[in-house]
């Protein structure tokens, strides 16, 4: 039986560069993509075609970009002048079986996927990409906490937002450069956890008594934490860091108006190492779809 897989990728970023040439590198993988007619046709070793030239009805996996689509349909197209625009009639067109890829999901994805029957993987969902990730976004954030500060992250007094994927290796690497790390959770086994790291754990709702004493915050809970009142009795070098996604958790109009800087940095892995990044999606895409094909689901 033919086991090679009819695969789209439907624009992106830097991390997609090296997406495409993780699977590119698959026999079992036929490779076309679109958006990227900015590159040169013979860089990546993929078939570069419009989005009219494909058959949806042929294809068994498709792979749009980290941010998903807006509430139109649209995609982000880094590599393109042209707009993209997947709209719910395609995902309709698609066969029965074909997975949708993106980084995060949307509601119009959800619906379009939802209504089409068709199996929807949002990378960022799955623990082995958040784990793996976590590794630039930390990378990231301390190139960030050392641009922007003027003392060392040795002996200062860093605050840490959630214990999850990306707040536990957070929390290790600043303690090993030697900083004072506080971690604020809602969760008590999270507090437990904090205790055993050799941390100082306090609950989440007890924050604005600790902001007081704070030189860096790092904030990963995507929901509004560091409010007006946290961030009032704040140092005024202090610097806020915000890594959840959009809108952030961070009042930082607030913070302007109070003069403490505070920065959201959502997506750190593609903005400081789009090549491990997209290394990272391009395993465990191609992991995915292995086991897809092993499982003769074609």
């Not at 078939?47 to 009219?52: P, V, W, Y």
Request: glycine share 8%; charged share 20%; with cysteine.
């Amino acid at each position: 039986m033919d086991t090679k897989m009819n695969i789209a990728i439907i624009g992106g970023d830097a991390r997609y560069l090296e997406l495409i040439r993780h699977l590119t590198k698959n026999p079992s993988m036929e490779l076309t993509i679109i958006g990227f007619d900015q590159l040169n046709r013979g860089f990546t070793g993929a078939k570069q075609a419009e989005l009219e030239e494909l058959e949806p009805n042929e294809l068994d996996a498709v792979i749009i970009p980290v941010p998903g689509t807006d509430q139109q349909g649209y995609v982000e197209t880094v590599f393109s002048d042209k707009q993209i625009q997947l709209k719910k009639e395609w995902f309709q067109s698609l066969k029965k079986g074909c997975i949708v890829f993106s980084g995060i999901t949307t509601s119009f994805l959800d619906e379009a996927t939802g209504a089409a029957e068709l199996q929807l993987i949002p990378l960022f969902n799955r623990d082995d990409v958040a784990i793996y990730n976590s590794i630039p976004t930390v990378e990231g954030t301390i190139m960030m906490a050392i641009q922007h500060t003027d003392f060392t992250i040795h002996s200062s007094e860093v605050i840490i937002l959630g214990l999850g994927r990306v707040g536990m290796t957070l929390a290790s690497k600043f303690s090993a450069l030697g900083a004072r790390v506080s971690v604020g959770s809602k969760h008590k086994p999270d507090l437990a956890r904090i205790t055993e790291m050799g941390l100082t754990p306090f609950p989440l709702e007890e924050l604005t008594a600790h902001s007081l004493n704070c030189d860096l915050l790092i904030n990963t809970i995507p929901a509004m934490v560091v409010t007006k009142e946290v961030i009032q009795p704040m140092k005024s070098h202090a610097l806020i860091i915000d890594l959840a996604s959009k809108p952030g958790g961070t009042d930082f109009k607030f913070a302007e108006q109070r003069g403490i800087k505070a920065m959201p940095a959502p997506g750190l892995p593609g903005i400081v190492a789009p090549k491990t990044a997209g290394a990272i999606l391009g395993r465990v895409v191609s992991q995915i779809l292995t086991e897809y094909i092993s499982e003769g689901s074609k």
